[in-house]
């Protein structure tokens, strides 16, 4: 086993496998999360998990360390009483925001209302980087937060944009299950909270983390929740920003124009009313079908088109590689404007 790279909180390695299969790899680069499972060094063994291999799974290529039996994790020493990836093995004991031992429990004890805060609400967390890009180059000087939920990658630190990002972030909220965030929360409602009163955000975006789960039906997708979240910005008095996916490079064609992920997650799930965010400026074909797409959901949301093709700079000199189902800034423009987009129009109301 050697060590490659290392970013907050994950360990990339090459690991040579004592092959138990004839199709299992002689050797596989694997990802390991110290605090969890110990900080391997060379030479150590470790217990693998190589089902993402096996799945052949896009975002998940990484064998996962399980443990590393000869050089166990220090004992647990958190004031938290949170658990998260709760009754599995590797279940995480947290401090959430607003628990008593929290430095933060003052401020949330008694937090009920966003105050107006603008929540972006995107399907994946390829949205992130480029709804970030847009609300900072139209507002510099605003306080932006991610806002992480438990529809994908459960450990925000498996996320190499997350932590490339973090100079420009106020900060991470990670809820429900997910962990490994600035702040902890024990759902959306209470993460939005703490991003407002904690991280004392003017804007916050919410995504899933890495991993997008689908099976290709209108309601077998992890997506779904950017609907609920939607929900809960409103009930908290906060202003929803609805980022649709939009794109006319994805082969697939569910996914074609605007995909049938935002349709069913804004137009079925969320109840509460947002502003819809297309941009003002796609090709003319493209732009056509998406207004009649978000048209349709429209009442209780408000379509709002916002002119993108000028922060395509801002999503060039990003410091992390935009990227969506492997297409990339190039390949999937009409994606990241349209992202973008709701990030200008957010930064315009905050």
């Not at 060590?3 to 138990?20: H, K, M, N, P, Y």
């Not at 429900?176 to 759902?187: K, W």
């Not at 804004?266 to 965010?277: I, S």
């Amino acid at each position: 086993m050697q060590a490659r790279r290392e970013w907050r909180g994950s360990l990339e390695l090459d690991v040579t496998v004592d092959r138990r299969r004839a199709e299992d790899p002689d050797s596989v680069r694997a990802l390991a999360y110290p605090s969890l499972v110990g900080r391997p060094r060379a030479g150590d063994r470790v217990l693998l998990n190589l089902n993402a291999l096996a799945l052949g799974l896009g975002t998940g290529g990484y064998a996962l360390v399980v443990a590393v039996p000869d050089n166990l994790p220090d004992d647990v020493d958190v004031p938290g009483h949170v658990v998260k990836a709760r009754y599995t093995p590797l279940q995480a004991v947290v401090l959430a925001a607003d628990e008593e031992a929290s430095p933060l429990r003052s401020a949330l004890a008694g937090a009920a209302s966003l105050d107006g805060l603008p929540v972006v609400v995107a399907d994946l967390h390829s949205a992130l980087p480029a709804v970030l890009a847009g609300a900072l180059a139209t507002r510099p000087d605003l306080r932006v937060a991610y806002v992480m939920t438990d529809g994908g990658a459960l450990p925000a630190w498996f996320s190499r944009t997350l932590d490339a990002l973090r100079p420009l972030l106020a900060g991470t909220v990670t809820t429900g299950q997910s962990f490994g965030g600035d702040l902890e929360s024990t759902n959306v409602h209470s993460g939005l909270l703490a991003a407002r009163h904690g991280l004392r955000a003017d804007l916050a975006i919410v995504t899933q983390g890495p991993g997008n789960l689908g099976t290709g039906t209108h309601w077998g997708f992890s997506g779904v929740a950017a609907g609920e979240a939607v929900n809960a910005a409103a009930a908290l008095d906060g202003r929803p920003v609805a980022a649709p996916r939009i794109s006319d490079a994805d082969p697939r064609p569910r996914h074609h124009g605007v995909s049938h992920h935002s349709v069913t997650a804004f137009g079925r799930v969320a109840l509460a009313p947002a502003d819809l965010v297309m941009p003002s400026d796609l090709a003319p074909d493209l732009a056509t079908a998406v207004r009649a797409s978000l048209s349709a959901l429209c009442p209780p949301h408000t379509l709002v088109e916002v002119p993108s093709l000028d922060l395509a700079p801002a999503l060039a000199e990003l410091p992390v590689k935009l990227s969506t189902m492997g297409r990339g800034l190039a390949d999937d423009t009409a994606y990241f404007l349209s992202a973008a987009a709701a990030g200008r129009h957010a930064a315009a109301i905050a």
